[in-house]
């Protein structure tokens, strides 16, 4: 088994006044070498965006593009002729394919808002461009993974152009769980510890996870990872291809 460990204060960082934004890999002017992207999953930011502030219209193509709030709610508008309000608790993805554009401001003229943008390498390049958001809110269920994205319009929670499987989970402390990869050939787990703290074993290895931190296991077999929560925890599970 593979395991690599990004610490939260080692995140890319950038202040633009109207936003803070932290980059897990490499984005805009933050960039390493070391860290380009963990298997498909390309983009991991975490951005705060002051009340009124956000993203003017601006292009994406081939590329599968997941937002979810954490606080505070985020308006959206796009080419496709979708304008919605997206909320804490909501889950929103856009296919780029042949290519969109969009616009993202925070929805509250007077309060921040909190949210992860996530982008993955798409399996099919140039489909049609598609948009979907689902409300999670109160059937999240405590204390256990709940799947919120997979391949596959017939399964839970929103679907994309890729072999990936999204679990968020809010853990009370001293709870244990574990994840067994669904496709531990192809696949690896990213770990982003939203909240909280958590210790992850993996097979003979140990890390401990604070807040913000991010963590990834490939080549793990059919060996499950184990996770305890030593305070109360949120976190969000990332199964992606390694492969590009």
Known sequence: MQT?????QTRGSANHGWLQANHTFSFASYRDPSRMHFGVLRVLNDDLIAGGGGFGTHPHDNMEIITIPLKGALAHKDSMGNASVIHA???QVMSAGTGVYHSEFNHYPDKECNLLQIWLFPNQRNVAPRYQQISFGEKLLHNQLNQILSPSE???GVWIYQNAYFHLGKFNVGT???YTLKDPANNGLYAFLIEGQ????AQDQTLDLHKRDGAGFWETTQTPLEFK?????HIL????????
């Open 237 to 244: 599970l990332m199964e992606v291809p390694m492969a590009l």
């Open 198 to 201: 958590m210790q992850v074993k």
């Open 4 to 8: 690599l460990l990004h610490k939260a």
């Open 176 to 178: 244990n769980f574990s």
């Open 229 to 233: 929560a030593l305070a109360d925890s």
């Open 154 to 156: 017939k399964d839970e």
């Open 89 to 91: 608790g909501d889950v």
